[in-house]
């Protein structure tokens, strides 16, 4: 429930509200912090909204690292209304969106090793009223379709709305089956833009009736007085409403295909609610049609038997029972006459205007099915260098729908084009559009870079370039930026890559790129850093024998909080090969690969790495084939990618194995052969193991490129080949999709929204879906995007769960794919705690240094080391992103052993290796 409390602090807030009395349950009563003391609002105080609250600071051997304070209506403090945190060195809040009233409030203290004080002595406070610092009060309409509505897994949709509040910049929606709307157990969303929401309540959800509210929050996060309460009945029980009327095609009537169903909308229509079936009988035993995931009351089908037809349909409205759907009874039936002998009715094309290369659908619409055999269309083109079609196309028999696929050719200017489809009979139906020649679509620069070293910029056309190729000219607004003066797109290609030169610079420098083509022009940002000198370079191994490589480790002089670019040079590249320059990551070393040619005599390679005028070399040593004798022991044998092909911007798993288990954790260096994929510096195989994983993430390519990914350990390196494919979307495929909320609490649902990158086809766009965990969230098997429509919603259920959780929902359509994350959270009261694990805990003797690395289930948590024999703290591990951690702590003796403690609750310990 974090996101219901930010709209009452502007600052952010870590929530220590829900920890529980971890080490002991808080039994340990002397570790425990001192209570603090509530100074304001004084006890008996009348206020006005918003408030501060405050209270006096409390000292503990430990540090104080929060104060959780809560607010109820009753003086026993139960039920909470609202609560919060701050860290542990403010000790106030503001207080918003209580109705007038009186309430009691106390506070209470959490320590660093995070023992929670007991609560303050509690105080009461009289709400007299709002002042010009607080939003005003929205009036909350009665849900649509009534006041009694079905559970459902997935849920059934109830839709409200409200007034807008002047001056909102968001509003929170609270839906509780307590009148008291207790924060442990209420239904809350909230960064709601607008003055609507749907709610949607699964079978797990307790059944009765059920009170709502909405409030609205400004800009600086202060909220409202809540608006009036509406009620609602949720049970299996709730009367079902009368079933659609269908509206047309009705009474016989001929209707040529396509053909649009329409019927009246229910009084709480559902999203995918409606099913409509189509059959050849009135029995509906031989059924021609059927759709049972339909939103809004029509539907357009394309192809349908000849003859008289009946149709009908129904409305889902959720469960009757646990997995059982309460439906309405089936619609009054409706007849229609589908045309036996077939017409040309329309042709359709998904891309106008469309430009060379671009891949043309040109879709066939009959107003009947075609009869046994088929029906052969005839094709023309007004222009057919520019629109190339076949000469005919043959409709199978019993369809009335068809596709033509063709590539769109080049033209020298916007040359408008018609398309013709004629029948034998001599019916006939044309579509006209516009084919552009190629034009500038963008110019895609890699930012930031290090002043010195190369980047590199990809030019993307609209359309592919002709034979001749595109020539675009280049220019830059910073002479520490040069650019070539011109690039040429190949015939045939959609875009090129070309490198940018850079020259040093003392301070950060942001320099624009521009490209320009025909009279248009497109820009793209280029930010330049100062060089870093570096600290060191070393090798691994530093001896090397025949074709086995080598790995050198960069690290700075400095830290910064950027990723640092150095050049590197080999004075001997007919024996030693490597990049021209090394990415040294924001806060951590950097690395490359040295690819060594076999010698017939010892040779020595000295290895530079260069920045800030400070050169830093080591020297590789490259024996014959043969000496020394190889290893004895496992050793490295092979690096594998799954996938091994991925589309640009996707990731791939890499594993590392050895030919047997290794005795000890043992460090392979890892290595990208192109910017274009991007690998941590090393990866470890524990101790016993054969194997470790890493993740490949990568970047923008100009066309289909391979990369060799390779990892070094012991003088022996292994490769693996990735291939980036680069793929431009369809105009009709998948460009995005979006999760909301994107965290929720588990048992509660969310809404999927899809995007195409154009509007759906006649027949609609069937959009596929998944998620990567379907213990924390689920979804449909698809949804269809409506033919004309851009974009569809489905629900995304959710379960509860014991500690947050994510999952990652995919959309599949048209050929491309877009993902989106949420992250299910338990209820603030169930006291859940994240899970934490020690993955590294090393003491180097002679540096008197520990080293320890750790995760947490959770990205926001905060660890800390402690000796697990004394219980003294250590040190607070730092935070790096992604649920890791690491801590390099200088200590006079080795621990022996470790133990970490999140600030969620969470803990784990590890055994010290001594180094």
């Given amino acids: 429930m974090l996101s219901q409390l930010r709209q009452l602090a502007p600052r952010f807030v870590v929530l220590f509200a829900v920890l529980a009395a971890m080490f002991g349950g808080g039994g340990v009563a002397a570790a425990a912090p001192p209570a603090p003391t509530p100074l304001s609002p004084s006890n008996g105080a009348s206020v006005t909204v918003p408030f501060t609250i405050s209270w006096n600071a409390v000292s503990d051997p430990n ?104 001056g909102a910049a968001t509003y929170i929606f609270d839906a509780s089956n307590d009148p008291n709307f207790p924060v442990a157990t209420k239904v809350h969303f909230d960064n709601i833009p607008n003055t609507s929401y749907s709610l949607q309540l699964g079978d797990s959800m307790p059944q009765g009736t059920w009170f709502v509210r909405v409030q609205a929050v400004d800009a600086n996060r202060i909220a409202g007085v809540p608006s009036n309460v509406q009620t609602f009945v949720l049970s299996f029980n709730a009367p079902l409403p009368p079933p659609p009327t269908p509206l047309s095609p009705v009474n016989g009537a001929t209707a040529p295909l396509p053909i649009t169903f329409k019927w009246t909308d229910v009084p709480n229509p559902q999203p995918s609610g409606y099913t409509i079936e189509v059959a050849t009988d009135p029995g509906f035993a031989n059924i021609a049609f059927l759709n049972n995931q339909i939103t809004g009351p029509q539907y357009t089908v394309t192809s349908l038997p000849a003859g008289t037809l009946y149709w009908r349909v129904n409305s889902m409205q959720g469960d009757s029972a646990p997995n059982t759907a309460a439906v309405t009874a089936w619609s009054q039936t409706a007849s229609f006459v589908v045309p036996s002998t077939p017409t040309m009715a329309s042709l359709q094309l998904t891309i106008n205007p469309a430009s060379a290369g671009d891949s043309e659908t040109l879709y066939v619409q009959f107003t ?51 398309l013709t489809g004629t029948l034998n009979s001599g019916s006939s139906a044309s579509v006209s559009f516009t084919v552009n020649p190629p034009s500038l679509q963008s110019l895609t620069v890699f930012s930031p870079i290090t002043g010195g070293v190369p980047t590199s910029g990809i030019v993307q056309l609209h359309g592919v370039a002709p034979g001749s190729g ?41 320099a624009t790129l521009t490209a320009t083509y025909q009279g248009q022009s497109s820009s793209a940002p280029l930010t330049l850093n100062p060089q870093v000198a570096p600290a060191s370079i ?13 790995f050198a480790t960069v690290t700075l002089a400095s830290p910064v909080a950027y990723d640092v670019q150095l050049p590197i040079s080999t004075s001997n590249p007919n024996v030693t090969t490597i990049n021209n320059f090394v990415t040294i990551p924001a806060g951590a070393n950097g690395g490359f690969n040295i690819n060594v040619t076999p010698v017939n005599t010892t040779t020595n390679v000295t290895i530079s790495v260069s920045g800030a005028g400070v050169t830093k070399s080591a020297v590789l040593t490259v024996q014959p084939a043969g000496a020394p004798p190889p290893p004895s022991g496992p050793t490295l044998s092979s690096l594998t990618l799954n996938p091994s092909t991925v589309p640009a911007t996707a990731s791939s798993q890499g594993t590392v194995s050895f030919s047997s288990p290794v005795s000890a954790a043992t460090v392979v260096n890892l290595g990208s052969g192109n910017t ?93 879906l998944s998620s990567s965990n379907t213990a924390v ?115 006079g003796s080795n621990p022996q052993n470790v133990t970490i403690k999140s600030s969620l609750g969470g803990s784990a310990s590890l055994a010290v290796t001594a180094k």
Avoid: C
């Avoid at 649509?144 to 079905?150: L, M, S, Y």
């Avoid at 046994?372 to 019993?398: D, E, I, K």
């Avoid at 490129?705 to 350990?713: A, D, F, R, V």
């Fill in 63 to 166: 540090g104080i690292v929060a104060y959780n304070w809560e607010v109820s209506n009753s003086s026993s403090m139960s039920p909470v209304i609202l609560h919060n945190s701050t860290t542990g060195t403010i000790t106030q809040d503001t207080v918003s969106g209580l109705a007038n009233g009186t309430y009691f409030w106390h506070v209470q203290a959490v320590n660093g090793a995070f023992f929670q004080s007991a609560f303050s002595a509690t105080q009461s406070f009289t709400v007299t009223g709002a002042n010009a610092g607080e939003p005003g009060s929205a009036t909350l309409n009665p849900p649509k379709g009534g006041t009694q509505f079905h559970p459902m897994e997935p849920m059934e949709v109830i839709y409200f709305t409200w007034s807008a509040v002047p």
């Fill in 368 to 418: 009947g099915p075609a009869p046994s055999g088929g029906t052969v269309v005839n094709l023309t083109s007004s222009n057919p260098t520019a629109a190339p079609l076949p000469a005919t196309f043959t409709m199978p028999a019993g369809f009335a729908f068809g596709q033509v696929f063709f590539t769109v050719g080049q033209t020298n200017a916007a040359t408008p084009v018609t």
């Fill in 470 to 510: 595109v020539s675009v000219a280049l220019s830059s607004s910073s002479g520490a930026v040069n650019p070539p003066a011109s690039v040429t797109v190949p015939g045939g290609s959609l875009s090129v890559s070309f490198n940018i030169p850079t020259s040093a610079v003392t301070t950060p420098t942001n």
């Fill in 538 to 550: 070393s090798l691994s191994p530093s001896t090397v024998s025949g074709s086995n490589g080598s």
């Fill in 676 to 768: 274009a994929a991007s690998v941590p510096p090393s990866v470890t195989v524990p101790a016993g193991g054969t194997s470790a994983t890493f993740t490949v993430t990568t970047g923008l390519v100009s066309g289909t490129t391979t990369i060799n990914i390779t990892g070094t350990s012991g003088g022996v390196t292994v490769s693996g080949a990735l291939t980036i494919t680069q793929a431009p979307p369809g105009p009709a495929g998948v460009t995005g999709l979006t999760v909301a909320p994107s965290s929720i609490v588990g048992g509660a649902t969310a809404q999927g929204t899809v995007s195409l990158g154009a509007a759906a086809p006649s027949g609609g766009t069937q959009v596929t």
């Fill in 777 to 891: 969230a689920t979804v449909p098997a698809s949804v269809t995007v409506a033919a004309g429509a851009t974009s569809a919603t489905f629900n995304v259920t959710t379960k509860v769960q014991t500690s947050p959780s994510s999952a990652t929902i995919t959309a599949t359509g048209g050929g491309t794919s877009a993902t989106a994350s949420m992250t299910v959270t338990p209820s603030s009261s169930s006291g859940t705690t994240d899970t934490v694990k020690v993955t590294r805990a090393e003491y180097v003797v002679s540096d008197q240094v520990l080293n320890v690395q750790a995760t947490s289930t959770s990205s926001t948590a905060t660890l800390k080391a402690f000796v697990t024999s004394s219980g003294a703290l250590i040190g607070t591990l730092q935070n790096k992103g992604g649920g890791q951690y690491q801590g390099q702590f200088e200590l």
